[in-house]
Protein backbone atom coordinates (compact mmCIF):
# COMPACT_ATOMS: atom_id res chain seq x y z
CA UNK A 1 0.00 0.00 0.00
CA UNK A 2 0.57 3.60 -0.78
CA UNK A 3 1.15 5.93 2.31
CA UNK A 4 1.44 9.87 2.67
CA UNK A 5 2.98 11.89 4.78
CA UNK A 6 2.71 15.90 5.11
CA UNK A 7 5.10 18.43 7.25
CA UNK A 8 5.76 22.14 6.87
CA UNK A 9 2.73 23.41 8.48
CA UNK A 10 2.37 26.06 11.12
CA UNK A 11 1.88 29.28 12.40
CA UNK A 12 2.64 32.13 10.12
CA UNK A 13 1.48 35.70 9.95
CA UNK A 14 -0.78 37.17 7.07
CA UNK A 15 1.82 37.91 4.00
CA UNK A 16 3.74 35.11 5.22
CA UNK A 17 4.90 31.94 3.67
CA UNK A 18 5.12 27.72 4.20
CA UNK A 19 6.48 25.40 1.80
CA UNK A 20 4.37 22.05 2.62
CA UNK A 21 5.96 18.61 1.44
CA UNK A 22 4.02 15.38 0.76
CA UNK A 23 6.50 12.12 0.63
CA UNK A 24 4.94 9.04 -0.66
CA UNK A 25 6.06 5.62 0.99
CA UNK A 26 5.29 2.11 0.59
CA UNK A 27 4.58 1.40 -3.33
CA UNK A 28 4.56 4.38 -5.56
CA UNK A 29 4.31 4.71 -8.88
CA UNK A 30 5.93 7.78 -10.90
CA UNK A 31 2.97 8.60 -13.15
CA UNK A 32 0.44 9.73 -10.44
CA UNK A 33 -1.44 12.27 -10.54
CA UNK A 34 -0.57 14.13 -7.15
CA UNK A 35 -2.86 16.48 -5.51
CA UNK A 36 -3.41 19.38 -2.34
CA UNK A 37 -6.70 19.33 -0.63
CA UNK A 38 -7.64 21.55 2.71
CA UNK A 39 -10.48 21.80 4.22
CA UNK A 40 -10.96 24.48 7.30
CA UNK A 41 -13.35 24.32 10.44
CA UNK A 42 -17.18 23.89 9.71
CA UNK A 43 -16.30 24.17 6.40
CA UNK A 44 -16.32 21.47 3.27
CA UNK A 45 -13.19 19.68 1.40
CA UNK A 46 -11.95 22.35 -1.24
CA UNK A 47 -9.42 21.66 -4.40
CA UNK A 48 -6.12 23.38 -3.66
CA UNK A 49 -3.56 22.38 -6.45
CA UNK A 50 -2.76 19.53 -8.57
CA UNK A 51 0.04 18.46 -10.70
CA UNK A 52 0.90 15.85 -13.53
CA UNK A 53 2.92 12.74 -12.93
CA UNK A 54 5.69 14.49 -14.71
CA UNK A 55 5.18 17.77 -13.31
CA UNK A 56 4.46 19.73 -16.86
CA UNK A 57 1.22 19.81 -16.13
CA UNK A 58 -0.41 21.82 -13.17
CA UNK A 59 -3.75 23.11 -12.00
CA UNK A 60 -4.93 25.40 -9.28
CA UNK A 61 -8.01 26.80 -7.58
CA UNK A 62 -8.82 30.02 -8.28
CA UNK A 63 -8.51 30.95 -4.68
CA UNK A 64 -4.82 30.43 -4.81
CA UNK A 65 -3.91 30.83 -8.11
CA UNK A 66 -0.28 33.36 -8.14
CA UNK A 67 0.08 32.43 -4.48
CA UNK A 68 0.64 29.06 -4.52
CA UNK A 69 2.95 26.62 -6.76
CA UNK A 70 3.19 23.07 -6.80
CA UNK A 71 6.04 21.05 -7.64
CA UNK A 72 7.56 17.45 -7.34
CA UNK A 73 10.65 15.73 -7.16
CA UNK A 74 9.88 12.06 -8.42
CA UNK A 75 13.18 10.59 -7.34
CA UNK A 76 12.18 11.47 -3.37
CA UNK A 77 8.53 10.58 -4.22
CA UNK A 78 7.74 13.64 -3.05
CA UNK A 79 5.00 16.67 -3.86
CA UNK A 80 5.52 20.20 -2.45
CA UNK A 81 3.05 22.75 -2.23
CA UNK A 82 5.09 26.54 -1.68
CA UNK A 83 2.60 28.69 -0.25
CA UNK A 84 2.94 32.85 -0.44
CA UNK A 85 1.57 35.70 0.21
CA UNK A 86 -0.97 33.38 2.86
CA UNK A 87 -4.81 35.25 4.57
CA UNK A 88 -6.34 34.16 7.24
CA UNK A 89 -8.64 32.45 4.77
CA UNK A 90 -6.07 29.72 3.89
CA UNK A 91 -6.14 28.87 7.41
CA UNK A 92 -7.34 24.73 7.30
CA UNK A 93 -5.55 21.03 7.08
CA UNK A 94 -3.99 20.34 4.30
CA UNK A 95 -3.72 17.03 2.66
CA UNK A 96 -1.97 15.59 -0.13
CA UNK A 97 -3.56 12.74 -2.32
CA UNK A 98 -3.23 10.69 -4.80
CA UNK A 99 -5.40 10.26 -7.51
CA UNK A 100 -7.27 7.18 -8.53
CA UNK A 101 -7.47 6.27 -12.60
CA UNK A 102 -9.48 7.80 -14.56
CA UNK A 103 -10.71 10.13 -11.75
CA UNK A 104 -11.24 14.33 -11.98
CA UNK A 105 -8.26 16.13 -10.64
CA UNK A 106 -11.04 18.97 -9.26
CA UNK A 107 -12.73 16.47 -6.45
CA UNK A 108 -11.48 14.52 -3.59
CA UNK A 109 -13.71 11.27 -4.57
CA UNK A 110 -10.99 10.94 -7.00
CA UNK A 111 -8.66 10.52 -4.95
CA UNK A 112 -7.59 7.18 -3.07
CA UNK A 113 -4.96 7.39 -1.12
CA UNK A 114 -4.81 10.53 1.61
CA UNK A 115 -1.91 11.92 4.11
CA UNK A 116 -2.69 12.52 7.69
CA UNK A 117 -3.03 16.22 7.04
CA UNK A 118 -0.80 19.12 8.36
CA UNK A 119 -2.49 22.39 10.14
CA UNK A 120 -1.44 25.50 8.59
CA UNK A 121 -2.76 28.26 10.72
CA UNK A 122 -2.41 31.85 9.15
CA UNK A 123 -2.67 35.08 11.75
CA UNK A 124 -4.02 38.37 11.23
Known amino acids: QMQLGESGGGLVQAGGSLRLSCTAS????????MGWFRQAPGKEREFVAA????????WYADSVKGRFTISRDNAKNTVYLQMNSLKPEDTAVYYC?????????????????WGQGTQVTVSS
Open 97 to 113: ARRARGGSIWYGESYDY
Open 26 to 33: GRTYSRDV
Open 51 to 58: ISWSGGST
